[in-house]
């Protein structure tokens, strides 16, 4: 079962930053939040993962809260491109290469 | 670098038969993962296979079997097809060991089957 509550969906504009949330109440000391994102019949894609500090790459920004029981997904300037589903998973790597749980994840629809 | 690849893209079988569905893990990785997509869902773990042997089993039935080759890439086996298997299955690929910096699946395109 999935350990993650998202929004089945959103939108946002064009240019904005889209702040897509995620919920994992029951996360353990060791467990990473890995965010993927799957666009319309493709596989799904790597964006980012953090434990307890907040992580920047190219792509977005993750921000953990202190308490490590929410996360949020930060994309700074969407673009039409970005319109996915966007998938939160919590990992323990410490076992190294452990399934992916998938929930339904939030669809993210990005307006012109 | 080149990325996980999947063959074929589409496939269309009938009730019964077998199929085998191939993967090619990214350059660099040893571990290949199998998952399941039903239309409008999430991806489903199948198996996950390491070191050519299966490290890890969904909640699927032995109808789905699976190989890893010395050169790390891999099938993905589904006998008996019904009509139900109709799905994207995924191939992700990672390294073992190394931590979180290394133990990221990347996933590959996928294979669409459909089931008539």
């Known amino acids: 079962d999935a350990k993650t509550t998202q929004p089945p969906s959103m939108d946002c504009a064009e240019g904005r930053a889209a702040n897509l949330p995620c919920n994992h109440s029951t996360i353990s000391g060791n467990e990473y939040v890995y965010w993927y994102r799957q666009i319309h019949s493709q596989g799904p894609q790597y964006i980012i993962h953090?434990?307890?500090n907040n992580e920047t790459n190219e792509m977005a920004s993750l921000i953990i809260t202190e308490d490590r029981k929410s996360s949020t997904l930060i994309l700074p300037h969407a673009t039409l491109r970005d319109t996915a589903v966007y998938y939160c998973i919590v990992l323990d790597s410490n076992f190294g290469n452990e399934k992916l749980t998938f929930g339904t994840g939030t669809r993210l629809t990005i307006i012109p | 670098d080149a990325g996980v690849t999947q063959s074929p893209t589409h496939l269309i079988k009938t009730r019964g038969q077998q199929v085998t569905l191939r993967c090619s893990p990214k350059?660099?990785?040893?571990?290949v993962s199998w998952y399941q997509q039903a239309l409008g869902q999430g991806p489903q773990f199948i198996f996950q296979?390491?070191?050519?042997?299966?490290?890890q089993r969904g909640n699927f039935p032995d109808r789905f079997s699976g190989h890893q080759f010395p050169n790390y890439s891999s099938e993905l086996n589904v006998n008996a097809l019904l009509l139900g298997d109709s799905a994207l299955y995924l191939c992700a690929s990672s390294l073992v060991g190394g931590g979180p910096s290394t133990d990221t699946q990347y996933f590959g395109p996928g294979t669409r089957l459909t089931v008539l």
């Open positions: 296979y390491y070191e050519e042997e299966e490290r």
């Open positions: 350059s660099g990785h040893d571990t």
């Open positions: 953090g434990l307890k």
